[in-house]
């Protein structure tokens, strides 16, 4: 099995995802933050179909696209239950279920802490995993609704895939995470790795898709010990000015 994937900007700093099962050509989208930019890749990219939208959370700036793309493609619409507060949805699924996406499987693992709900799908087979707002490139969502207990929890469940699984999040705040991880971690890898995102973003490049083993190795919160470092760390962050 082989999934295609198209990344594109959105909005301030949100990403659009398109993702295709080769074998068959059914399209997802995953969240929908700007409707508009979701028509406009699939009409570019030639693929030609949109058949289902994969929300990982009812934010609005990952939902706000679900009702004209039902209109305009009449896709099937997914997500956790509390996409209901925001969005229209057709179907619910839940830590457990799978999705199938032509042939891949995407695997539903609840992930809670950025909000209560938040949910993010995997494709074991593939080794790639779409996780929405939990999980940034040297960085987390912030706690809007969750315990950082929940999201120290949800990290780890991540933490547990294998270190070649691809990670699709869905904002470019990695210089900034990269500044933040700088004042707790000064090993020489370290500085080495923000460089080079440094380099990504002066070159305009998306610093989307990272690996496991990059946040293993280098994202401070996936690092955490426990939930108490996790917690002042994200506090931390939300005041960080760099």
């Given at each position: 099995?082989?999934?295609?994937?198209r990344?594109?900007?959105?909005?301030?700093?949100?990403?659009?995802?398109?993702?295709?099962?080769?074998?068959?050509?059914?399209?997802?989208?995953?969240?929908?933050?700007?409707?508009a930019?979701?028509?406009?890749d699939?009409?570019?990219?030639?693929?030609?179909?949109?058949?289902?939208?994969?929300?990982?959370?009812?934010?609005?700036?990952?939902?706000?696209?679900?009702?004209?793309?039902?209109?305009?493609?009449?896709?099937?619409?997914i997500?956790?239950?509390?996409?209901?507060?925001?969005?229209?949805?057709?179907?619910?699924?839940?830590?457990?279920?799978?999705?199938?996406?032509?042939?891949?499987?995407?695997?539903?693992?609840?992930?809670?802490?950025?909000?209560?709900?938040?949910?993010?799908?995997?494709?074991?087979?593939?080794?790639?995993?779409?996780?929405?707002?939990?999980?940034?490139?040297?960085g987390?969502?912030?706690?809007?609704?969750?315990?950082?207990e929940?999201?120290?929890?949800?990290?780890?469940?991540?933490?547990?895939?294998?270190?070649?699984?691809?990670?699709?999040?869905?904002?470019?705040?990695?210089?900034?995470?990269?500044r933040?991880?700088l004042?707790?971690?000064?090993?020489?890898?370290?500085?080495?790795?923000?460089?080079?995102?440094?380099?990504?973003?002066?070159?305009?490049e998306?610093?989307v898709?990272?690996?496991?083993?990059k946040?293993?190795?280098?994202?401070?919160?996936?690092?955490?010990?426990?939930?108490?470092?996790?917690a002042?760390?994200?506090?931390?962050?939300?005041?960080?000015?760099?």
């Amino acid at each position: 099995m082989t999934l295609d994937v198209r990344i594109f900007p959105c909005l301030n700093d949100n990403y659009g995802l398109l993702v295709r099962d080769a074998a068959t050509g059914t399209v997802a989208a995953i969240d929908t933050p700007d409707a508009a930019a979701i028509l406009a890749d699939l009409e570019q990219s030639g693929w030609g179909r949109l058949d289902l939208i994969l929300n990982t959370h009812w934010h609005p700036d990952h939902t706000q696209g679900n009702a004209r793309l039902k209109d305009e493609t009449g896709c099937e619409i997914i997500g956790p239950e509390e996409v209901r507060k925001a969005a229209p949805i057709d179907r619910v699924v839940a830590d457990g279920d799978t999705v199938m996406l032509g042939e891949t499987a995407l695997e539903v693992s609840h992930t809670p802490g950025h909000t209560l709900g938040h949910i993010v799908y995997r494709s074991v087979g593939d080794a790639q995993a779409f996780v929405g707002d939990v999980l940034f490139n040297l960085g987390c969502g912030r706690l809007f609704e969750g315990t950082p207990e929940q999201m120290h929890a949800s990290l780890q469940t991540l933490a547990a895939w294998p270190d070649e699984t691809v990670i699709w999040c869905a904002h470019e705040y990695t210089a900034s995470n990269a500044r933040f991880a700088l004042t707790l971690d000064d090993r020489p890898d370290m500085r080495a790795r923000a460089e080079e995102i440094f380099a990504m973003r002066e070159r305009g490049e998306a610093t989307v898709p990272t690996t496991i083993g990059k946040e293993k190795a280098f994202n401070p919160f996936v690092r955490a010990a426990d939930a108490t470092e996790f917690a002042a760390r994200r506090a931390a962050k939300d005041v960080f000015a760099g």
